[in-house]
Structures are given as structure tokens and as C-alpha cells.
Nanobody, 111 residues
Framework: QVQVVESGGGLVQPGGSLSLSCVLS????????AAWYRQAAGKQRELVAR???????DYADSMKGRFTISRDNAKNTVYLQVDSLKPEDTAVYYC?????WGQGTQVTVSE
């Protein structure tokens, strides 16, 4: 059974940084792109960034600059580094690996 599990969310003060991790387990899947999405309360889910098996990355235009996605293929893990956090970054962050979605991890940016 394939599982995608995110971790690293929590409460962070504005201006702080956070590193999210996403681990794929249960199957050896080569070639899948992985991505991070986020969904704020009352808003649609939006793409943050995508990383391909080649490690090439794409970012949503509004996410360029403060977000860094990376992956470790040997560990089946994808990371999302977020810097200079703002209250509007508050959302549930989801990892998707190929067709498999995680349950999400809450990030709250507040004093």
C-alpha cells in the first residue's frame, strides 16, 4: 500500500522559516513528479511547487523566491523550505507524489 506522509508543519512567527518533509512509502516508484500544494481556509487548493525525478523544479509564479522544493530520490523524500513566512502562508500543505496525495500538514503563521 502506497503512503504519502507529510511532516514539519506547526506554528511559526512571521518572518520565520519552516522545512516540510514528505515521505513516499510502500512502493518503489521511479519517474514520478512530486509537488506541494496548499489550501488556506475558505480558498481553493493551489500549487506551490513541483519537482521532477530529474530534480528539475517548477514554481507557481506567486511562490517564487521564498519557497524551495527539493527531493532525495534515494530516500523517497521531498522537501519544501519556506522562508520569510507571512500570515497569508497559513494553510494546510499537501504533498502529492504521482497520483498519491498525503493527508496534509498544517502551517500556521502567527504571533
Amino acid at each position: 500500500q502506497v503512503q504519502v506522509v507529510e511532516s514539519g508543519g506547526g506554528l511559526v512567527q512571521p518572518g520565520g522559516s519552516l522545512s516540510l518533509s514528505c515521505v513516499l512509502s510502500g512502493s518503489i516508484i521511479d519517474g514520478y513528479a512530486a509537488a506541494w500544494y496548499r489550501q488556506a481556509a475558505g480558498k481553493q487548493r493551489e500549487l506551490v511547487a513541483r519537482v521532477y525525478s530529474s530534480k528539475q523544479t517548477d514554481y507557481a509564479d506567486s511562490m517564487k523566491g521564498r519557497f524551495t522544493i527539493s527531493r532525495d530520490n534515494a530516500k523517497n523524500t521531498v522537501y519544501l523550505q519556506v522562508d520569510s513566512l507571512k500570515p497569508e502562508d497559513t494553510a494546510v500543505y499537501y504533498c502529492v507524489w504521482g497520483p498519491y496525495w498525503g493527508q496534509g500538514t498544517q502551517v500556521t503563521v502567527s504571533e
